[in-house]
């Protein structure tokens, strides 16, 4: 019986272990094993999190949910690989070590939100608290906005800085205007006090995508009543104002929306890496990592690489098909 080990909850490790299901159905637990690791019982849809800022959302979905069929889960975080051996020791709940081996390992330890120093003032859309945070301080400023007399200090109140032109900052400008403009309206003001600005430092939103698309994405935005500043670099939040490198901007308050980067536990894995820290794979060196590791897959940052295998399936977050190599 193959032994295939999923390491990681995530996006990518969920959706695998979904594709594998639809591709061996009836062969599991009689010609293929799964086993999902995780250290927490739940997967985490941090890319929700806009979401906990204007309504209540379950985020956290328990990862035996996803384990269906004959699909094991195990919570245990990774200590150690012995890849000759192809077997990884396990952190187990109750604080013992567990060996457990394998005949594939797919590493999908995918991503963790960036943070932005406190020093820097504003809130970093990072976690559930930081989205009540940011709910508790806007519902807040709407009613200081609707004790002040003055239309400007009022407008002042009712303008909120977004830091990050990647597709959380997006996301959270367009759902934060709308609820923003419903709430003040609800509250006995005007919706067009509400002012949402989208800072960026690129030159076009969405880095990668092609010109045109970010161009379109900015007209839709601004037709929601979005102001974009793109080629701005903001230093700080501090008194009410934004403190870019052209000058300042009152604003009743900055979210920064940073992104995420490679899960640094990566880095203590003993794979050879690339500069952004992801697993190294080279296709020249017949389809092994750099140190001649094979039987491993790597699932990272929304870019899958296989070892040895063919491609099946190809997905994107919000599609339902994977990734997945051919075992037999």
């Known amino acids: 019986?193959?032994?295939?080990?999923?390491?990681?909850?995530?996006?990518?490790?969920?959706?695998?272990?979904?594709?594998?299901?639809?591709?061996?159905?009836?062969?599991?637990?009689?010609?293929?094993?799964?086993?999902?690791?995780?250290?927490?019982?739940?997967?985490?849809?941090?890319?929700?999190?806009?979401?906990?800022?204007?309504?209540?959302?379950?985020?956290?979905?328990?990862?035996?949910?996803?384990?269906?069929?004959?699909?094991?889960?195990?919570k245990g975080e990774v200590t150690a690989f012995h890849h000759t051996k192809k077997t990884i020791t396990l952190k187990m709940e109750n604080e013992q070590n567990n060996t457990l081996q394998y005949d594939y390992l797919v590493?999908?330890?995918?991503?963790?939100?960036?943070?932005?120093?406190?020093?820097?003032?504003?809130?970093?859309?990072?976690?559930?608290k930081a989205s009540l945070d940011i709910r508790q301080k806007l519902q807040s400023l709407i009613l200081q906005a609707k004790a002040e007399e003055n239309k400007e200090v009022r407008k002042g109140l009712l303008c909120v800085a977004i830091i990050g032109g990647g597709i959380t900052g997006i996301e959270t400008a367009a759902e934060l205007t709308a609820w923003l403009k419903k709430e003040v309206q609800e509250a006995g003001l005007h919706s067009n006090e509400v002012e949402v600005t989208l800072f960026d430092s690129k030159e076009h939103l969405l880095r990668g995508v092609p010109v045109k698309v970010s161009e379109k994405l900015v007209k839709e935005l601004n037709r929601l009543g979005i102001t974009i500043r793109a080629?701005?670099?903001?230093?700080?939040?501090?008194?009410?104002?934004?403190?870019?490198?052209?000058?300042?901007?009152?604003?009743?308050?900055?979210?920064?929306?940073?992104?995420?980067?490679v899960n640094p536990f990566i880095q203590?894995?003993?794979?050879?890496?690339?500069?952004?820290?992801?697993?190294?794979?080279?296709?020249?060196?017949?389809?092994?990592?750099?140190?001649?590791?094979?039987?491993?897959?790597?699932?990272?940052?929304?870019?899958?690489?296989?070892?040895?295998?063919?491609?099946?399936?190809?997905?994107?977050?919000?599609?339902?098909?994977?990734?997945?190599?051919?075992?037999f």
């Open 107 to 128: 590493v999908a330890l995918g991503s963790v939100v960036q943070e932005v120093s406190s020093k820097l003032g504003g809130i970093t859309l990072s976690s559930i």
């Open 231 to 261: 080629k701005t670099k903001v230093k700080q939040f501090e008194d009410g104002q934004i403190l870019c490198a052209d000058g300042t901007n009152k604003v009743g308050e900055c979210i920064w929306t940073p992104g995420v980067k």
């Open 1 to 74: 019986m193959k032994h295939i080990v999923v390491l990681g909850g995530g996006f990518a490790g969920i959706n695998l272990v979904n594709g594998l299901i639809k591709e061996f159905g009836h062969s599991i637990g009689k010609d293929v094993k799964i086993t999902l690791v995780d250290k927490n019982s739940f997967h985490f849809r941090k890319v929700l999190l806009f979401k906990m800022i204007i309504e209540d959302a379950n985020l956290k979905v328990p990862l035996t949910r996803y384990c269906t069929n004959g699909v094991e889960y195990l």
């Open 268 to 327: 203590t894995l003993q794979f050879p890496l690339t500069k952004e820290h992801q697993i190294l794979f080279s296709i020249s060196s017949g389809s092994e990592f750099g140190l001649g590791i094979s039987n491993i897959i790597s699932v990272q940052m929304n870019l899958f690489l296989l070892p040895k295998t063919s491609l099946r399936f190809c997905g994107e977050e919000g599609s339902n098909s994977t990734f997945f190599p051919e075992f």
